[in-house]
Protein backbone atom coordinates (compact mmCIF):
# COMPACT_ATOMS: atom_id res chain seq x y z
CA UNK A 1 0.00 0.00 0.00
CA UNK A 2 1.26 3.21 -0.86
CA UNK A 3 2.28 5.71 1.63
CA UNK A 4 0.96 9.47 1.15
CA UNK A 5 3.17 11.93 1.90
CA UNK A 6 1.65 14.59 3.98
CA UNK A 7 1.45 18.27 2.47
CA UNK A 8 4.49 20.47 3.43
CA UNK A 9 7.03 17.63 3.09
CA UNK A 10 9.51 19.61 0.53
CA UNK A 11 13.21 18.28 -0.49
CA UNK A 12 16.04 19.91 -2.04
CA UNK A 13 18.76 17.99 -5.03
CA UNK A 14 22.08 19.50 -6.58
CA UNK A 15 23.34 17.66 -9.63
CA UNK A 16 26.34 18.07 -12.04
CA UNK A 17 26.58 17.94 -15.63
CA UNK A 18 28.76 15.29 -17.35
CA UNK A 19 30.87 14.95 -20.48
CA UNK A 20 30.08 10.90 -21.87
CA UNK A 21 32.42 8.56 -24.16
CA UNK A 22 35.74 10.95 -23.59
CA UNK A 23 36.60 9.52 -27.12
CA UNK A 24 36.68 5.78 -27.47
CA UNK A 25 34.57 4.96 -24.12
CA UNK A 26 31.26 4.80 -26.02
CA UNK A 27 28.34 4.36 -23.19
CA UNK A 28 30.63 3.41 -20.82
CA UNK A 29 33.21 6.26 -19.95
CA UNK A 30 31.72 9.93 -18.22
CA UNK A 31 33.31 12.65 -16.07
CA UNK A 32 30.86 14.83 -13.46
CA UNK A 33 31.64 18.89 -14.68
CA UNK A 34 31.20 21.50 -12.29
CA UNK A 35 28.11 23.30 -13.78
CA UNK A 36 24.79 21.80 -11.70
CA UNK A 37 21.57 22.12 -12.16
CA UNK A 38 19.08 22.96 -8.55
CA UNK A 39 15.86 21.31 -8.04
CA UNK A 40 13.11 21.95 -5.34
CA UNK A 41 10.14 19.52 -4.58
CA UNK A 42 7.34 20.32 -2.19
CA UNK A 43 4.18 17.87 -1.66
CA UNK A 44 0.92 19.58 -1.98
CA UNK A 45 -2.47 18.49 -1.29
CA UNK A 46 -3.34 18.47 -5.25
CA UNK A 47 -2.36 19.68 -8.99
CA UNK A 48 1.09 20.27 -10.19
CA UNK A 49 3.34 23.59 -10.20
CA UNK A 50 5.59 23.76 -12.28
CA UNK A 51 9.03 26.66 -12.53
CA UNK A 52 11.63 26.40 -14.76
CA UNK A 53 14.47 29.09 -14.28
CA UNK A 54 17.91 29.41 -16.56
CA UNK A 55 18.51 26.50 -19.15
CA UNK A 56 15.16 25.23 -20.94
CA UNK A 57 13.13 28.16 -19.24
CA UNK A 58 9.89 28.24 -22.03
CA UNK A 59 10.85 25.50 -23.65
CA UNK A 60 10.97 22.50 -21.36
CA UNK A 61 6.95 21.22 -21.20
CA UNK A 62 5.18 22.31 -17.98
CA UNK A 63 3.05 18.99 -16.85
CA UNK A 64 3.45 15.75 -15.98
CA UNK A 65 5.89 14.52 -18.80
CA UNK A 66 8.62 17.06 -17.24
CA UNK A 67 11.55 15.08 -17.16
CA UNK A 68 12.56 16.05 -13.78
CA UNK A 69 8.69 15.32 -12.43
CA UNK A 70 8.84 12.14 -13.85
CA UNK A 71 11.83 11.14 -11.98
CA UNK A 72 10.46 12.33 -9.18
CA UNK A 73 7.35 10.24 -9.11
CA UNK A 74 9.24 6.95 -10.37
CA UNK A 75 11.49 7.30 -7.45
CA UNK A 76 8.60 8.06 -4.97
CA UNK A 77 7.19 5.03 -6.44
CA UNK A 78 10.11 2.91 -5.98
CA UNK A 79 10.03 3.75 -1.91
CA UNK A 80 6.27 2.80 -1.73
CA UNK A 81 5.30 6.53 -1.42
CA UNK A 82 3.09 9.15 -3.41
CA UNK A 83 2.00 12.80 -2.85
CA UNK A 84 -1.31 14.01 -3.92
CA UNK A 85 0.14 17.25 -5.49
CA UNK A 86 3.94 18.49 -6.23
CA UNK A 87 5.71 21.96 -6.48
CA UNK A 88 8.67 21.67 -8.82
CA UNK A 89 11.35 24.21 -9.08
CA UNK A 90 14.37 24.09 -11.40
CA UNK A 91 17.39 26.38 -11.38
CA UNK A 92 19.29 24.72 -14.46
CA UNK A 93 23.09 26.06 -15.12
CA UNK A 94 23.35 22.58 -17.66
CA UNK A 95 22.89 23.82 -21.34
CA UNK A 96 20.49 21.69 -23.16
CA UNK A 97 21.45 19.46 -26.09
CA UNK A 98 24.81 20.21 -26.30
CA UNK A 99 25.94 16.94 -25.16
CA UNK A 100 26.72 18.14 -21.43
CA UNK A 101 24.36 15.62 -19.85
CA UNK A 102 21.23 17.92 -19.18
CA UNK A 103 18.84 14.68 -19.39
CA UNK A 104 20.87 12.79 -17.09
CA UNK A 105 21.25 15.93 -14.51
CA UNK A 106 17.41 16.43 -14.80
CA UNK A 107 16.67 12.18 -14.08
CA UNK A 108 19.47 12.36 -11.59
CA UNK A 109 18.51 15.59 -9.76
CA UNK A 110 14.72 14.29 -9.79
CA UNK A 111 15.60 11.08 -8.12
CA UNK A 112 17.59 12.56 -5.28
CA UNK A 113 15.28 15.35 -4.96
CA UNK A 114 12.49 12.05 -4.44
CA UNK A 115 15.18 10.43 -2.05
CA UNK A 116 14.98 13.85 0.17
CA UNK A 117 11.23 13.36 0.79
CA UNK A 118 11.10 9.47 1.16
CA UNK A 119 13.42 10.05 4.30
CA UNK A 120 10.94 12.13 5.71
CA UNK A 121 8.19 9.11 5.63
CA UNK A 122 10.33 6.95 7.52
CA UNK A 123 11.01 4.89 3.94
CA UNK A 124 14.74 3.97 3.27
CA UNK A 125 16.42 6.38 0.88
CA UNK A 126 17.59 4.94 -2.63
CA UNK A 127 21.03 4.28 -2.30
CA UNK A 128 24.04 5.46 -5.19
CA UNK A 129 23.38 2.07 -6.94
CA UNK A 130 19.52 2.35 -6.77
CA UNK A 131 19.90 5.84 -8.35
CA UNK A 132 22.61 4.59 -11.31
CA UNK A 133 20.20 1.93 -12.32
CA UNK A 134 16.88 3.77 -12.13
CA UNK A 135 18.62 6.60 -13.68
CA UNK A 136 20.10 4.68 -16.12
CA UNK A 137 16.81 2.88 -17.23
CA UNK A 138 15.89 6.61 -18.23
CA UNK A 139 18.86 6.69 -20.22
CA UNK A 140 19.19 3.30 -21.85
CA UNK A 141 23.04 3.60 -21.10
CA UNK A 142 24.65 4.64 -17.78
CA UNK A 143 26.99 6.78 -18.72
CA UNK A 144 25.86 10.22 -18.25
CA UNK A 145 23.75 9.01 -15.66
CA UNK A 146 26.80 7.45 -13.24
CA UNK A 147 28.66 10.80 -13.52
CA UNK A 148 25.87 12.47 -12.28
CA UNK A 149 25.48 9.99 -9.64
CA UNK A 150 28.70 9.34 -8.62
CA UNK A 151 30.49 12.35 -9.21
CA UNK A 152 34.29 12.28 -10.68
CA UNK A 153 35.36 9.98 -13.41
CA UNK A 154 33.47 6.79 -13.77
CA UNK A 155 33.41 3.78 -16.24
CA UNK A 156 29.56 1.77 -16.32
CA UNK A 157 28.39 -0.85 -17.98
CA UNK A 158 25.56 -3.09 -18.31
CA UNK A 159 24.88 -6.48 -17.42
CA UNK A 160 22.29 -8.52 -19.53
CA UNK A 161 20.31 -7.97 -22.44
CA UNK A 162 16.83 -8.56 -21.31
CA UNK A 163 14.26 -6.10 -21.00
CA UNK A 164 15.71 -4.73 -17.78
CA UNK A 165 19.27 -4.78 -17.83
CA UNK A 166 21.24 -4.24 -14.29
CA UNK A 167 23.49 -0.99 -14.83
CA UNK A 168 26.48 -0.22 -12.46
CA UNK A 169 29.32 2.58 -12.46
CA UNK A 170 32.87 2.25 -10.54
CA UNK A 171 34.63 5.55 -9.89
CA UNK A 172 38.48 6.46 -11.37
CA UNK A 173 41.15 8.67 -9.37
CA UNK A 174 41.32 11.31 -11.90
CA UNK A 175 45.34 12.17 -12.09
CA UNK A 176 45.89 15.64 -9.98
CA UNK A 177 47.54 16.86 -13.26
CA UNK A 178 45.04 17.07 -15.66
CA UNK A 179 43.05 20.06 -16.20
CA UNK A 180 39.45 19.40 -17.99
CA UNK A 181 38.00 22.51 -20.51
CA UNK A 182 34.65 21.96 -21.97
CA UNK A 183 34.16 23.86 -25.31
CA UNK A 184 30.38 25.01 -25.30
CA UNK A 185 28.84 26.29 -28.72
CA UNK A 186 25.75 27.94 -29.30
CA UNK A 187 24.52 25.15 -31.89
CA UNK A 188 22.63 22.72 -30.50
CA UNK A 189 22.13 18.74 -31.99
CA UNK A 190 19.69 15.90 -30.43
CA UNK A 191 20.76 13.06 -29.40
CA UNK A 192 18.47 11.12 -31.19
CA UNK A 193 19.73 12.07 -34.44
CA UNK A 194 23.50 12.09 -33.81
CA UNK A 195 22.84 8.14 -32.78
CA UNK A 196 20.91 7.36 -35.90
CA UNK A 197 24.04 8.47 -37.84
CA UNK A 198 25.90 5.34 -36.15
CA UNK A 199 26.41 2.29 -38.27
CA UNK A 200 24.45 -0.88 -36.38
CA UNK A 201 27.85 -2.49 -37.35
CA UNK A 202 31.71 -2.34 -37.16
CA UNK A 203 34.83 -3.86 -38.35
CA UNK A 204 36.77 -6.49 -36.52
CA UNK A 205 39.57 -3.38 -36.85
CA UNK A 206 37.71 -1.07 -35.71
CA UNK A 207 36.41 -2.56 -32.17
CA UNK A 208 39.72 -3.86 -31.92
CA UNK A 209 41.26 -0.12 -32.50
CA UNK A 210 38.89 1.36 -29.44
CA UNK A 211 39.33 -1.28 -27.29
CA UNK A 212 42.93 -0.58 -26.81
CA UNK A 213 42.24 3.42 -26.88
CA UNK A 214 39.38 2.75 -24.14
CA UNK A 215 41.81 0.76 -21.86
CA UNK A 216 44.96 3.41 -22.73
CA UNK A 217 42.18 6.20 -21.52
CA UNK A 218 42.09 4.55 -17.66
CA UNK A 219 45.56 4.67 -17.75
CA UNK A 220 45.49 8.09 -18.92
CA UNK A 221 43.29 9.44 -16.96
CA UNK A 222 44.95 8.34 -13.52
CA UNK A 223 48.35 7.29 -13.55
CA UNK A 224 49.91 8.75 -17.35
CA UNK A 225 48.24 12.01 -18.53
CA UNK A 226 51.34 12.02 -21.01
CA UNK A 227 49.49 8.88 -23.00
CA UNK A 228 46.01 11.21 -23.22
CA UNK A 229 46.37 12.11 -26.63
CA UNK A 230 46.89 8.19 -28.03
CA UNK A 231 44.29 7.22 -25.38
CA UNK A 232 41.62 9.46 -26.91
CA UNK A 233 41.03 8.09 -30.57
CA UNK A 234 38.49 6.84 -31.51
CA UNK A 235 36.92 5.34 -34.71
CA UNK A 236 33.24 4.07 -33.37
CA UNK A 237 31.47 7.69 -32.98
CA UNK A 238 33.21 10.50 -33.77
CA UNK A 239 34.18 10.61 -37.43
CA UNK A 240 30.40 9.51 -38.28
CA UNK A 241 29.20 12.29 -36.28
CA UNK A 242 31.28 14.46 -37.42
CA UNK A 243 29.33 15.57 -40.64
CA UNK A 244 26.19 16.62 -38.89
CA UNK A 245 28.44 19.10 -36.69
CA UNK A 246 31.08 20.21 -39.20
CA UNK A 247 32.03 23.16 -36.72
CA UNK A 248 32.44 20.87 -33.83
CA UNK A 249 34.37 18.52 -35.87
CA UNK A 250 36.68 21.33 -37.70
CA UNK A 251 37.42 22.53 -34.21
CA UNK A 252 38.24 19.19 -32.75
CA UNK A 253 40.82 18.58 -35.37
CA UNK A 254 42.79 21.70 -34.52
CA UNK A 255 42.79 21.34 -30.93
CA UNK A 256 44.02 18.03 -31.41
CA UNK A 257 46.91 19.99 -33.90
CA UNK A 258 47.64 22.08 -31.21
CA UNK A 259 48.52 18.85 -28.98
CA UNK A 260 45.00 19.05 -26.79
CA UNK A 261 43.69 15.81 -26.27
CA UNK A 262 39.64 16.77 -27.26
CA UNK A 263 36.94 14.82 -27.37
CA UNK A 264 33.30 15.76 -28.77
CA UNK A 265 31.01 15.53 -25.18
CA UNK A 266 28.66 13.16 -25.05
CA UNK A 267 26.75 13.44 -28.71
CA UNK A 268 28.00 16.83 -28.96
CA UNK A 269 27.97 19.64 -30.24
CA UNK A 270 30.36 20.39 -26.95
CA UNK A 271 34.02 19.39 -26.94
CA UNK A 272 36.05 18.21 -24.19
CA UNK A 273 39.63 18.94 -23.64
CA UNK A 274 42.46 17.77 -21.55
CA UNK A 275 45.43 19.34 -20.83
CA UNK A 276 48.58 19.07 -18.63
CA UNK A 277 48.58 22.60 -18.83
CA UNK A 278 46.72 25.32 -16.91
CA UNK A 279 45.53 27.12 -19.99
CA UNK A 280 44.76 25.82 -23.62
CA UNK A 281 47.09 27.58 -26.99
CA UNK A 282 46.28 30.94 -27.50
CA UNK A 283 45.60 29.45 -31.44
CA UNK A 284 42.96 27.10 -29.88
CA UNK A 285 41.22 29.68 -27.60
CA UNK A 286 41.06 32.32 -30.27
CA UNK A 287 39.49 29.76 -32.79
CA UNK A 288 37.29 28.75 -30.84
CA UNK A 289 35.94 32.27 -29.41
CA UNK A 290 35.82 33.45 -33.28
CA UNK A 291 33.57 30.27 -33.96
CA UNK A 292 30.82 30.70 -31.52
CA UNK A 293 32.70 28.21 -28.58
CA UNK A 294 32.56 29.18 -25.06
CA UNK A 295 35.83 28.05 -23.58
CA UNK A 296 37.01 28.00 -19.72
CA UNK A 297 38.52 25.68 -17.39
CA UNK A 298 35.96 23.75 -14.79
CA UNK A 299 36.59 21.82 -11.96
CA UNK A 300 35.26 17.91 -11.81
CA UNK A 301 31.69 17.59 -10.52
CA UNK A 302 30.94 16.54 -7.01
CA UNK A 303 28.58 13.51 -6.33
CA UNK A 304 24.71 14.41 -6.38
CA UNK A 305 23.69 16.25 -3.28
CA UNK A 306 20.13 16.11 -1.72
CA UNK A 307 18.42 16.99 1.47
CA UNK A 308 15.12 17.76 2.82
CA UNK A 309 13.83 21.34 2.91
CA UNK A 310 11.54 23.60 4.79
CA UNK A 311 8.47 24.43 2.52
CA UNK A 312 8.87 27.39 0.55
CA UNK A 313 5.16 29.45 0.20
CA UNK A 314 4.86 29.75 -3.38
CA UNK A 315 2.57 32.40 -5.62
CA UNK A 316 1.09 30.32 -7.67
CA UNK A 317 0.23 33.73 -9.86
CA UNK A 318 3.94 33.87 -10.48
CA UNK A 319 4.85 30.41 -11.38
CA UNK A 320 5.82 29.62 -14.86
CA UNK A 321 3.62 26.90 -15.60
CA UNK A 322 0.99 25.43 -13.71
CA UNK A 323 -0.99 21.99 -14.15
CA UNK A 324 -3.53 20.55 -12.14
Known amino acids: MMQILPAGVAATSIVAASSANLGPGFDSMGLALSLYDEIYVEATDSGLVIEVEGEGQGQVPLNSSHLVVRAIEHGLRTAGVRAN ?5 SRNMIPHSRGLGSSAAAVVGGLAAAN ?3 VQSASSPMSDADLVQLASEFEGHPDNA ?3 VLGGTVVSWTEGDGP ?7 QLRLHPDI ?4 AIPEERSSTAETRAVLPSQVSHADARFNLSRAALLVVALTERPDLLMAATEDRLHQPQRAAAMPASAEYLQILRRCGVAAVLSGAGPAILAFST ?3 L ?3 AVEYGAAHGFSVKEMLVGQHVRWAPAEAVSVDVQVITGTES
Do not use: W
Open 85 to 89: GLIVR
Open 116 to 118: GLI
Open 164 to 170: KPRYAAA
Open 277 to 279: EPE
Open 146 to 148: SAA
Open 281 to 283: PAR
Open 179 to 182: HVFP
